[in-house]
């Protein structure tokens, strides 16, 4: 048996496991940036994945070596329906976790919501609401998206919790009490030329060996009767495939958080007369873009009709917000 002559660095990123599949088709986001801003508003959106397009931007980082060049940016198309508040939801912590204290529903609820689950409008649970504050360490709002409304053909909608800003509980909580039952656009939100955090679930690719799973070299073609196999699975004593061993199994279809992604564009598709962002018969896979819509810097996780859940930067604080520059936007 060979060995090896020179150390090397582990295979695989251990803080990316496990590579399971993810439980469900819609990401999760677990933390909300904490902010202290006296006019509350909702920390987060969610769309669809369109498409990739080029932007032609001038670069407006000062102190770099291409400030003031021309920059042609791959960029993501992310569908971006209004969402619907449909209720408001409290938490209390104790030593076990937190604990829901209670959840209010609107009274125009959308009819497709039935396909998720039933809710009713209840007047007195929103007027005791207010007494059990004191006892809530965070409150939340409940909202839906329809993929319908991003031309989509799928009826069930989406629902899920959006955390808010604000100096504390109450603040919060009138905040909602004044938007419940109403309609949120993306605009309402984010700004041009800020930056976002993305979570999705990645594209799926199925089984993969430890050569593409984790990048393990290839061995020689004449060591053994296998070539895409990894060297060793570990010592002889003690006899056990440690965890961090590279092997075959799933890649793809994880959940994925992208930081502090720049939005580049955020338009209409009815309003803007002069848009031109469907390319001829629309995206692969997805097909017209209509009504809002944001165009982000990079790629974003995850195939075409998936939901993209976005946030407020929970790691870069901006303090000024600089719309950039587009001079193209260069659809294929």
């Known amino acids: 048996m060979g060995h090896r002559k020179y150390s090397a660095p582990r295979r695989g990123s251990i803080a990316f496991r496990p590579r399971a599949r993810a439980k469900s088709i819609e990401s999760r986001i677990r933390s909300w940036p904490q902010s202290a801003e006296e006019k509350s508003k909702l920390a987060g959106f969610a769309g669809f994945k369109a498409g990739v397009i080029h932007v032609l931007t001038i670069d407006d980082r000062e102190k770099t070596p291409n400030f003031g060049k021309h920059f042609l940016n791959p960029s993501t198309v992310v569908v971006t329906p209004p969402v619907r508040i449909i209720g408001i939801r409290a938490y209390s912590e104790n030593q076990n976790g937190k604990d829901v204290i209670f959840d209010v529903y609107s009274k125009d609820l959308p009819k497709d919501l039935r396909r998720k689950f039933t809710a009713k409008f209840d007047e007195e649970k929103l007027v005791d609401s207010e007494s059990k504050l004191d006892k809530a360490v965070s409150v939340v709002a409940l909202v839906s998206v329809l993929p319908r409304d991003a031309n989509l053909s799928q009826k069930k909608p989406f629902v899920f919790e959006i955390a808010v800003t604000g100096k504390d509980a109450k603040t919060r909580y009138d905040y909602l009490k004044t938007i419940l039952g109403k309609e949120i656009r993306v605009s309402d939100i984010f700004q041009v030329g800020q930056y976002i955090d993305v979570s999705a679930i990645t594209r799926g690719k199925g089984i993969e060996g430890p050569i593409t799973r984790f990048g393990v070299k290839r061995k020689q073609h004449k060591s053994r009767k296998s070539v895409r196999a ?21 890649r793809g279809f994880h959940q994925r ?74 659809v294929e």
């Open 230 to 250: 990894v060297g060793t699975l570990g010592p002889i004593s003690p006899a056990v495939v440690m965890y961090t061993v590279p092997r075959q199994g799933q």
């Open 257 to 330: 958080t992208e930081y502090n992604k720049r939005i580049l564009t955020i338009s209409n598709t009815q309003n803007d007369a002069a848009d031109h962002i469907n390319p001829r018969g629309g995206f692969k896979h997805f097909g017209l873009v209509n009504g809002d819509y944001i165009v982000v810097k990079g790629s974003i996780p995850g195939v075409p009709k998936r939901l993209i859940k976005m946030r407020q930067p929970i790691r870069n604080f901006q303090k000024k917000i600089f719309e950039p520059k587009v001079l193209e936007v260069v």
